[in-house]
């Protein structure tokens, strides 16, 4: 029952580490995106409002700037710097957010809970925790990002809670009638331990 219940809480706690990696790691290259975009969109509204030309452009036509290849060169030089920063900068962000994510287990568990621990005080989920927590740890060492985490699938949650809810209370209620002789009471350990035995 144990091993159950924590292959629960590492499926749960694991799942919403991968999520969250997972949405940070979507947000990061849509900013750079966007920052990479910003100024794309302005050098081709300049050309498409003809404040400025590219080179061999029909003369005929009135601009205010008329680009040279020299101009094109250095326009190419600057985003391409800027694609470099912007590259950089945000694997600097994801990799600043690895390491974080491995010092906030405690803050994801207390996340994945704070429903029960609302109505309970969890001691049980608690020192249940201090045996997941390591194991988490070196899942997490092992990956370069959690997000490449394969999701623990669903259906195996379901067979997980339905072990523990039903499962689990069924043999209890077994081991209990074997514990009780024809009169109702309860028998010694030692009568259990020879049950045991001979059965």
């Known amino acids: 029952e144990e091993t159950l219940r924590q292959v629960s809480m590492t499926a749960m706690v694991l799942g919403a580490i991968r999520a969250k990696a997972a949405r940070r790691l979507?947000?990061?290259?849509?900013?750079?995106?966007?920052?990479?975009?910003?100024?794309?969109?302005?050098?081709?509204?300049?050309?498409?409002?003809?404040?400025?030309?590219?080179?061999?452009?029909?003369?005929?036509?009135v601009h205010s700037k008329d680009l040279t290849s020299m101009d094109m060169l250095g326009v190419l030089s600057v985003f391409a710097a800027l694609l470099l920063a912007v590259t950089r900068g945000c694997?600097?962000?994801?990799?600043?957010?690895?390491?974080?994510?491995?010092?906030?287990?405690?803050?994801?568990?207390?996340?994945?809970?704070?429903?029960?621990?609302?109505?309970?005080?969890?001691?049980?989920?608690?020192?249940?925790?201090?045996?997941?927590?390591p194991k988490i740890s070196s899942i997490l060492n092992s990956i370069t990002c959690a997000s490449s985490l394969k999701p623990f699938p669903s259906w195996e949650m379901v067979k997980i809670d339905a072990c523990l809810t039903k499962d689990v209370w069924h043999l209890r209620q077994l081991a209990r009638m074997l514990r009780l002789d024809a009169n109702g009471e309860v028998r010694p350990s030692n009568d259990r331990a020879g049950t045991a035995r001979k059965g």
């Open 26 to 61: 979507v947000m990061t290259w849509l900013v750079g995106a966007a920052l990479m975009a910003a100024p794309l969109c302005v050098f081709l509204w300049l050309l498409a409002t003809s404040r400025l030309a590219l080179p061999g452009s029909d003369p005929t036509e």
């Open 91 to 133: 694997r600097e962000f994801l990799w600043q957010s690895r390491r974080l994510q491995k010092t906030t287990l405690d803050e994801s568990f207390e996340e994945v809970y704070a429903d029960f621990f609302i109505h309970n005080d969890g001691e049980d989920h608690r020192a249940r925790w201090m045996n997941v927590k």
